[in-house]
């Protein structure tokens, strides 16, 4: 299987762990968008939304990197990642959605405004968007906090759903995002980070910024 990645995507970032954490093999095509690969004629061909992450098995093609990585987990159905029983795949699709809707797109405005804004010589952050996505990165948070209570995973056990929240937080020392207040949720993301899959899956982000 061949897996069309961008090493700083968030999006490439949780299939590449969810990949690790299954031992799936996947050969990695590097995607360069600042020089407008993703643009190309024989990329839309795969995917003419022109993003990455997009997953090859044969004459399958796959894009969206939540059902990429279901894909994945279907391969590997006795690791549990996305679980058969109807409720708790209920619980793993209801976090899936949280994150994709209300945490993700709260986390990641601010991450690019505090941090690859500036990184990418886009100009300074636009106080105005940072204090909206504060706030609503502050609520989503405490959401979050209370759904870890009593559990080391979102769902009760790892899933796929833990994989796509801790993207939301990639970028967050760097943006400088605490969650001093919110201990469940620094208790969680260390044990989700200290994973080897995880960290296989970071070491291509970590060396693009060292």
Same mark, same amino acid.
């Given at each position: 299987? +061949? *897996? ?11 299939? +590449? ?12 095509? $590097? @995607? ?6 993703? +643009?190309?004629?024989? /990329? ?7 993003? @990455?992450? @997009? ?10 990197? =939540?059902?990429?990585c279901a894909y994945l987990a279907g391969? +590997?159905?006795? #690791? ?5 029983? =109807? ?24 991450? /690019?405004?505090?941090? *690859? ?21 502050? $609520? /989503?948070?405490? @959401? ?10 979102? #769902?009760?056990?790892?899933?796929? #759903?833990? /994989?796509?929240? #801790?993207?939301?937080?990639?970028y967050r020392d760097q943006a400088g ?5 919110y201990p469940g949720v620094a208790s ?16 291509? *982000? ?5």
């Amino acid at each position: 299987m +061949r *897996l069309y990645n961008a090493n700083f995507s968030p999006n490439a970032l949780r299939v +590449r762990a969810v990949a690790h954490e299954l031992g799936v093999d996947l050969e990695i095509v $590097q @995607v360069d968008i600042r020089a407008g690969d993703n +643009r190309a004629a024989e /990329f839309l061909a795969r995917n003419p939304n022109a993003k @990455v992450p @997009v997953l090859e098995d044969g004459n399958f093609v796959l894009w969206e990197s =939540r059902a990429i990585c279901a894909y994945l987990a279907g391969l +590997r159905p006795e #690791a549990g990642l996305y679980p058969e029983g =109807r409720k708790a795949r209920s619980l793993v699709d209801q976090w899936t959605w949280w994150q994709a809707i209300h945490l993700g797109p709260a986390m990641q405005k601010l991450s /690019f405004e505090l941090f *690859l804004k500036e990184k990418f010589g886009m100009g300074d952050p636009d106080l105005t968007v940072v204090e909206a996505e504060e706030k609503a990165t502050d $609520q /989503f948070l405490a @959401v979050l906090e209370t759904g870890l209570d009593g559990k080391d995973w979102i #769902a009760g056990t790892l899933s796929l #759903a833990d /994989f796509y929240l #801790a993207t939301t937080f990639m970028y967050r020392d760097q943006a400088g995002i605490s969650l001093d207040q919110y201990p469940g949720v620094a208790s969680w993301i260390d044990r989700l980070e200290a994973r080897d899959s995880w960290q296989k899956a970071m070491a291509p *982000l970590l060396a693009l910024f060292a």
